[in-house]
């Protein structure tokens, strides 16, 4: 089994997707998504930005390693009666039956960035991206201390060292490799541009539950409790875990969560 798509058809990344749907709303409408302009949604998920896009009139094909992910997306579609939008199993990192110059707008927020050979995936999106076409991705920042970097800190040092070779995903959240990345694709530096953005998770729970929700739901921290069980660690994870939650939620309430997170929103113009 390749282990980039057993991760993400581990647990239910739906009920995390659930939290994150009004920014990636916001976040297509910054995109500025118009009627009729073919957009590709690499790593959908469950659609939380491929919705909001077919809500807006754009032909929209998401792809996402992950089956589960890809029928709970086609299932919201069809509940939606978005029939422009449909979602496919594929890899970021080969999206070889897509034509070339297929797509105006190739968006993926947090997506590729999770997929293996990097430089593979800079190609594939630049491909399938028309000239005059752009590229939207929104990537966590390495080292941030925001929530997302902050959880994958914390929870690799519970996890074994990743296996030779590995290249981190949150590197696409560092501009010069992003850069790189796109020019060993044939687009130049001047076309990339980068920049800090916030996406917020809002859920309708108290901190810690959120944290039992990552627990229980979301492959990569399944993943670092697996491990940290295996090493009778698991309390202490859970307790970095909690407080980190807590002291980043900004809910005035006690009974939801919310809690900002920075990222790098890349726009490439091809
Ligand atoms: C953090 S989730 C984000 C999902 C969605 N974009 C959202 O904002 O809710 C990461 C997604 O990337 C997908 N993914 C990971 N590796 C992939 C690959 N190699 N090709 C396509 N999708 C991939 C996962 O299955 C998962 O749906």
Known sequence: MNPNKALWEKGDFTRIAETMRQSGKELVDWIGVTEGLKVLDLGCGDGTTALPA????????????????????????????????????????????????????????FGAMFAPRPFDVAQEMVRVTRPGGRIVMGNWIPGDPTLVAQILRISSAYAPPPPEGFVSPMTWGITDDVVERFAAAGIPEAKVSCAPETFAFDAPVPPKEFVRLFRTYYGPTMNAFEAAEAN?????????????????????????TYIPATYLRVTVEV
């Open 232 to 256: 009778g660690r698991a309390d202490a994870l859970l307790g970095e875990l909690e407080g980190l939650f807590e002291a980043q939620n900004q809910s005035p309430t006690e009974r939801q």
């Open 54 to 109: 077919a809500r807006l009139g754009a032909e929209v094909l998401g792809v996402d390693i992950a089956r589960n992910l890809v029928e709970a997306g086609n299932r919201r579609a069809k509940e939606a009666g978005l029939t422009n939008l449909t979602i496919k199993e594929g890899d970021a990192t080969d999206l070889g039956e897509l034509a070339d110059d297929r797509f105006d707008l190739v968006v993926s927020i």
